[in-house]
């Protein structure tokens, strides 16, 4: 859905505002498109523009909804917990055939391109490092030594100051000392002298 965990967005915005120069944000499991969207309003809305200076990359596995995502078209229903003046400012609602369905404005699916890409595979194939990092409700699926596997191979992909958002349910300190925690299933990227602490007091703990 739409906005789904709503309390990363605020998060989302802030951060934004901070950035200087264009941004780069990675939805790693955009799914039908709901979750790329909300990040594209959510910049837009921070930054004041229809046209913010950022590049959304969306990937999932599975090309059929990527397709719906690429296209961008919603059903009423999708879209009616969205308040007014968001749903006016950034969807066309359909006439004639079209009617009970709304479409994403051109400006906003220009921000975003859809890509195919496997998170178990060993080499994804994505350029240069992201401001920020979407990776919600996708590794509940996998067992913790994959996990570990992705999250590691996420770090060079993250900006210094970046933020990797997960979903409710998930919990990336217990399989990775990469991150820290910045707020609620927010993580930043954890220094040398934190990780080496991290480490040690696992070794204390042995036994």
């Not at 007014?84 to 051109?106: A, H, M, Q, T, W």
């Not at 994959?146 to 999250?151: R, Y």
Request: glycine letters at 6%; one cysteine or more.
């Amino acid at each position: 859905s739409f906005f789904r965990e709503e309390h990363h967005f605020p998060i989302l915005a802030e951060h934004v505002k901070k950035k200087s120069g264009p941004l780069r944000v990675w939805c790693s499991a955009s799914s039908t498109g709901e979750e790329p969207y909300s990040i594209a309003i959510c910049i837009c809305e921070a930054l004041g523009t229809l046209k913010p200076n950022v590049e959304i990359i969306a990937t999932d596995i599975d090309t059929n909804v990527l397709s719906v995502a690429a296209r961008g078209v919603y059903n009423l229903d999708r879209i009616e917990k969205l308040p007014n003046d968001i749903v006016r400012k950034y969807f066309l609602k359909g006439r004639g055939k079209n009617e009970g369905s709304v479409l994403v404005r051109p400006e906003l699916r220009n921000l975003i391109h859809f890509e195919s890409l496997n998170l178990l595979e060993d080499r994804w194939a994505l350029n240069g490092e992201f401001d920020v990092i979407f990776c919600r409700n996708v590794m509940i699926y996998f067992d913790k030594p994959t996990q570990s596997s992705i999250l590691k191979k996420f770090v060079p992909l993250l900006k210094s100051d970046g933020l990797l958002f997960a979903g409710h349910s998930e919990n990336f300190l217990y399989v990775s000392d990469d991150f820290k925690l910045r707020g609620k299933t927010v993580y930043v990227l954890a220094s040398k002298e934190e990780k080496s602490k991290k480490s040690s007091s696992y070794d204390l703990n042995k036994g």
